[in-house]
T-cell receptor, first 113, second 113 residues
Framework: DQQVKQNSPSLSVQEGRISILNCDYTNSMFDYFLWYKKYPAEGPTFLISISSIKDKNEDGRFTVFLNKSAKHLSLHIVPSQPGDSAVYFCAARISGSARQLTFGSGTQLTVLP | EADIYQTPRYLVIGTGKKITLECSQTMGHDKMYWYQQDPGMELHLIHYSYGVNSTEKGDLSSESTVSRIRTEHFPLTLESARPSHTSQYLC????????????FGPGTRLTVL
């Protein structure tokens, strides 16, 4: 039973346009959400996060939106750059959980020059 | 910048061999994790540790074992490798003050023939 779902395994976007990566979750106990970026043959690197008490967090070209009622979050990248091409993982946390993070299956973003 | 190391980066071995995947971090983090990840799939937690002499199994059943004798070191051992163990193994660490951001090592790509 996958509690964090990324239903789009891949996404292609033209350079300079907006990339929107989506993530849905089923567990209402999740209170913190993170996005990670992963290049081939490397470990994931932290990108941006959001607490459940907020609905938006912005960091440069990256913005994460949280819709708690829909149990949905999205990552917006604008403008998209070829170097953004990577796999993006959504992750969620339950406060006080020993296991910390539950990950989605990832979305491969390809930014075309 | 996070400093977490994994060796070897790539390993190809025959069935039945005993292997140890090394993971070390120099940040003094208490909590460490091992994940298993296959292409296009989510990261599955297989082991975690709160600190020295503390280890727990994760969500995904694994035939591997771990130990935590020193804060900085969290090795994973497979007593008898099988082709079903072929995967990427990712080590991570975190401290509570980092808002649950986990720092990942580069991973070990294991292939069992």
């Amino acid at each position: 039973d996958q509690q964090v779902k990324q239903n789009s395994p891949s996404l292609s976007v033209q350079e300079g346009r907006i990339s929107i990566l989506n993530c849905d979750y089923t567990n209402s106990m999740f209170d913190y959400f993170l996005w990670y970026k992963k290049y081939p043959a490397e470990g994931p690197t932290f990108l941006i996060s959001i607490s459940s008490i907020k609905d938006k967090n912005e960091d440069g070209r990256f913005t994460v939106f949280l819709n708690k009622s829909a149990k949905h979050l999205s990552l917006h990248i604008v403008p998209s750059q070829p170097g953004d091409s990577a796999v993006y993982f959504c992750a969620a946390r339950i406060s006080g959980s020993a296991r910390q993070l539950t990950f989605g299956s990832g979305t491969q973003l390809t930014v075309l020059p | 910048e996070a400093d977490i190391y994994q060796t070897p980066r790539y390993l190809v071995i025959g069935t039945g061999k005993k292997i140890t995947l090394e993971c070390s971090q120099t940040m003094g983090h208490d909590k460490m994790y091992w994940y298993q990840q296959d292409p296009g799939m989510e990261l599955h937690l297989i082991h975690y540790s709160y600190g020295v002499n503390s280890t727990e199994k994760g969500d995904l059943s694994s035939e591997s074992t771990v130990s935590r004798i020193r804060t900085e070191h969290f090795p994973l051992t497979l007593e008898s490798a099988r082709p079903s163990h072929t995967s990427q193994y990712l080590c991570a660490s975190t401290n509570p003050g980092h808002n649950n951001e986990q720092f990942f090592g580069p991973g070990t790509r294991l292939t069992v023939l």
